[in-house]
């Protein structure tokens, strides 16, 4: 597609659902990255994908937090028991080396 | 620690008038430097990056970033800023290519008539 697009773009949950967030990064992007921004915040790195592999996922805040690729392309992340203190944007972004990260718009969860 | 920060929460602008927004960043190489735009309710935009070369960057709307290094800096700059530049905006670095790019706080822009 032209663009990196996340769904759903507003997502409520009750504390202790889980809840799955879909990417569909630019078609042969092979990084893929997925951010965390609170309200008021500048984003904060999750996790990072080059093609199926998690290359790095040193910011997911706890082992609530799991992301997969298992194809190469399409990404999602997936929030166990959902805690109030997750409620963020999440967003997703891809590139391709040389270029500019390109995000998409976001996934807003509210935790209730 | 490698950190992005961006000294100024709010800044307040005339429309006409001339902006800088600040960015310095702690590493000890020159990593790869971006400005985002962040309108309400949307996503991220790329206004420009620097990789190499020339220090003065263009992007897009009319900004320019120039990098300097003695001062670990890539401030955003826009001679003449208009009603639809009130957003919030995010220097971002990245260390190595293809890496996670590392955000600061952001700086939200108000723009008054």
């Known amino acids: 597609g032209a663009g990196v697009s996340q769904s759903p773009r507003y997502k409520v949950a009750k504390r202790g659902q889980d809840v799955a967030l879909r990417c569909d990064p630019i078609?042969?992007?092979?990084?893929l990255f997925w951010y965390q921004q609170a309200l008021g915040q500048g984003p904060e790195f999750l996790t990072y994908f080059q093609n199926e592999a998690q290359l790095d996922k040193s910011g997911l805040p706890s082992d609530r937090f799991f992301a997969e690729r298992p194809e190469g392309s399409v990404s999602t992340l997936k929030i166990q028991r959902t805690q109030q203190e997750d409620s963020a944007v999440y967003l997703c972004?891809?590139?391709?080396?040389?270029?500019?990260?390109?995000f998409g718009p976001g996934t807003r969860l509210t935790v209730l | 620690a490698q950190s992005v920060t961006q000294p100024d929460i709010h800044i307040t602008v005339s429309e006409g008038a001339s902006l800088e927004l600040r960015c310095n960043y702690s590493?000890?190489?020159?990593?790869?430097l971006f400005w985002y735009v962040q309108s309400p309710g949307q996503g991220l935009q790329l206004l420009l990056k620097y990789f190499s070369g020339d220090t003065l960057v263009q992007g897009i709307k009319g900004f320019e970033a120039e990098f300097k290094r003695s001062q670990s800096s890539f401030n955003l700059r826009k001679p003449s800023v208009h009603w639809s530049d009130a957003a919030e905006y995010f220097c971002a670095v990245a260390f190595q290519a293809g890496t996670a790019l590392i955000f600061g706080k952001g700086t939200t822009l108000s723009v008054s008539s």
């Open positions: 590493y000890g190489a020159t990593p790869y």
């Open positions: 078609s042969g992007h092979v990084s």
């Open positions: 972004a891809s590139s391709l080396v040389g270029t500019g990260v390109v």
